[in-house]
Structure formats: C-alpha cells, structure tokens
T-cell receptor
Framework: KAGVTQTPRYLIKTRGQQVTLSCSPI?????VSWYQQTPGQGLQFLFE???????NKGNFPGRFSGRQFSNSRSEMNVSTLELGDSALYLC??????????????FGPGTRLTVT | QQQVKQSPQSLIVQKGGISIINCAYE??????FPWYQQFPGKGPALLIA?????SEKKEGRFTISFNKSAKQFSLHIMDSQPGDSATYFC?????????FGKGTRLHILP
C-alpha cells in the first residue's frame, strides 16, 4: 500500500506570495491533518479534515487555510507569505478521526523556504 | 496548560546502553500519549503509545513508563542501536487534537 505522498517536496517562495501544498492520503484513509515543523516551535498542528469538512483547527492565522476533496486528497494554502512561514509542512492521514490507537501516518513533508 | 515539555533536547548514548527521554504535561484531561520517531528527510512515525490508565507499556526494546500523579511519562530504549539514532517526539492528545513535545535528538555511538 502506498504511503502518504506530498507534493512538491521542496519549494522556494518570496515574501508576499502565496503557496499551495498537496497531500494524497493512504488509500482508504479519510482523515487528513496538517502540521508545521520548525526548529524553534517543533511540530504544531494546523488543521484536520474529514469528509471534506474541517474538524479541528490549531492556533494559526487565517492566512493558513486548507481543503479536502471528495477523494480525500487535501491541499493547504498559505497566503501573503512571511519569512517565519519557512518550515517543513507535514501531512498525516488516518482511517477516521478519533481512531484509537491514534494511528496517523505522516508523509515526508514539503520543505518551504520563504526569501 | 496545553504544553508538553520534553527533555533532554539531545542525547548521546553508547551502543547497548539505555536511552531515556522524559516528558511532562499539565492538563490532566489528555487521554492518549504517543511517541513518534523521525529520521532525517522523513515524516514522524508512531513508535508506541499509552493510555493514562496504564503505568507501563513495552514493545520490543521500547518501553513507555507513565506516572499519572506526577504528570510525567518517559520513553526507554533498551539495548540502544545506531539505527535508533533519530529525533523522538512525545505527544499528548485531547479531543483529537495532538500536542507535541519539542523533540529529542538521539545519537547512538557505534
């Protein structure tokens, strides 16, 4: 079974631009979560989607948004990029929310650099 | 109250030794405590997890010890191997929201 895939793997953008990252979950998984990973703040939860609906949201500004499609694929968008948005963005999928044990499978991430 | 404090930030252990990573939390409502292992260039992978009504869970060389009264839990890696060199994250879950510790970079000397 193929794992979680994320595209692109690396991205360089300029301040003020916007960016869209894509995540394809494991086949059959319907829940997708997004995380931001930085050396200073570690891993921080952005949001979770299930059945095309946002279920949970972390403490990030409205510039960060996402969506999920009917095939469970998900995208996240960051508008008006700031230097501090440089990070590894991770996507994780699970069969369904609240599944115990809490098994979510992470993709390799998209490394975003904002200059 | 939503923080999970992890220590140490980095750890060097001799091959065959025991690696110990500690985490502490404040919110007693957390209901699940997973540990993740992350290798460079990869996303984190679930290693082992425990519920707060259990004091210890062992899977192979990995053991979680949980002290509910002290609001602390730790990961023990027995017979540590160079292949265990990675970054380890503890986490706590409440209402399907996961809070991660800042991570511990573990290096096992061959």
């Amino acid at each position: 079974k193929a794992g979680v895939t994320q595209t692109p793997r690396y991205l360089i953008k300029t301040r003020g631009q916007q960016v869209t990252l894509s995540c394809s979950p494991i086949s059959g998984h319907r829940s997708v979560s997004w995380y931001q990973q930085t050396p200073g703040q570690g891993l921080q939860f952005l949001f979770e989607y299930f059945s095309e609906t946002q279920r949970n949201k972390g403490n990030f500004p409205g510039r960060f948004s996402g969506r999920q499609f009917s095939n469970s694929r998900s995208e996240m968008n960051v508008s008006t990029l700031e230097l501090g948005d440089s990070a590894l963005y991770l996507c994780a999928s699970s069969f369904q929310p609240g599944q115990v044990p809490y098994e979510q499978y992470f993709g390799p991430g998209t490394r975003l650099t904002v200059t | 109250q939503q923080q999970v404090k992890q220590s140490p930030q980095s750890l060097i252990v001799q091959k065959g030794g025991i690696s110990i990573i500690n985490c502490a939390y404040e919110n007693t409502a957390f209901d699940y405590f997973p540990w993740y292992q992350q290798f460079p260039g990869k996303g984190p992978a679930l290693l082992i997890a425990i519920r707060p009504d259990v004091s210890e869970k062992k899977e192979g060389r990995f053991t979680i010890s949980f002290n509910k009264s002290a609001k602390q839990f730790s990961l023990h890696i027995m017979d540590s191997q160079p292949g265990d060199s990675a970054t380890y994250f503890c986490a706590a879950i409440l209402n399907d929201k996961i809070i991660f510790g800042k991570g511990t970079r573990l290096h096992i000397l061959p």
